[in-house]
């Protein structure tokens, strides 16, 4: 976003941030789903090896899905891949669909979270590079997108993160400018696209991913849901000027 970086405090692995400058007011909040909102990071692992070790011969190792996690599966299975990442795509999806159930489950202190903004009068979203029926699963068993006052998927826009198409969308859903949005994501991938939407970029690194690989790009970093709060709490004490409208 516009307006200077958050620093990391280094005091507690990343959680919290320092008050110069101030955090802006959030207007509205804006998740990632895979490894931000739910852990699922085990199932899109053992997905990823299934269809690769189908298909290529050899699953891929966890640390190169890590990295891929946050962008377009298609767009990834389709790199790895070229001219077959539909079959891979097909058969990762009947592994995550037959065993999402028994991996997935929603982050401690989640739901306290979405209660707490949700009191506060902020509207919530997820923007997710999942298409609309690999999230349908999570969202049946969780009820998240009951949570949302907007949900985009890869379906809705042609360019996915880490471009800033799919945010930019959430925004005008809200009718909120883009520079009164946090982004929370757990990836770098996730980060740019906050960055490039002029968006507040708040790094999960209660995910996968740890502060450090995140505060390259983040404008500030969280180690759990709780800290989100106390980051909402800094910036209705020192509130910025209110955002210039979209133009």
């Known amino acids: 976003m516009s307006g200077g970086r958050w620093a990391v405090n280094s005091e507690r ?76 795509l097909a058969t990762y999806r009947t592994f995550m669909f037959a065993n999402h159930d028994a991996f997935v489950t929603v982050y401690p202190g989640v739901f306290d979270l979405l209660a707490a903004i949700h009191a506060r009068g902020i509207p919530t979203g997820i923007v997710t590079s999942k298409t609309r029926i690999s999230a349908a699963p999570s969202f049946a068993r969780f009820l998240l997108d009951r949570e949302m006052a907007v949900v985009v998927v890869e379906d809705d826009t042609a360019r996915h993160k880490p471009h800033p198409d799919p945010l930019l969308h959430a925004a005008a859903l809200l009718d909120v400018p883009p520079t009164a949005c946090w982004y929370i994501g757990d990836s770098t991938h996730d980060m740019a696209a906050a960055r490039a939407a002029g968006m507040t970029g708040i790094g999960a690194a209660w995910g996968p991913n740890d502060a450090t690989a995140l505060a390259s790009l983040a404008d500030a970093v969280a180690a759990t849901p709780a800290d989100v709060l106390a980051m909402l709490d800094m910036a209705e004490k020192a509130p910025t000027p209110p955002p210039s409208p979209q133009s």
């Open 13 to 88: 692995k990343g959680a919290g941030i320092a008050a110069h400058p101030p955090l802006p007011t959030a207007h509205c909040i804006l998740f990632d789903l895979d490894g931000t909102l739910i852990d699922s990071i085990e199932l899109i692992v053992r997905s990823f090896q299934h269809a690769t070790a189908a298909h290529l011969g050899a699953p891929l190792s966890r640390e190169e899905i890590i990295p891929t996690i946050g962008r377009s599966l298609a767009g990834e299975l389709e790199r790895i891949a070229p001219g077959n990442g539909a079959a891979l």
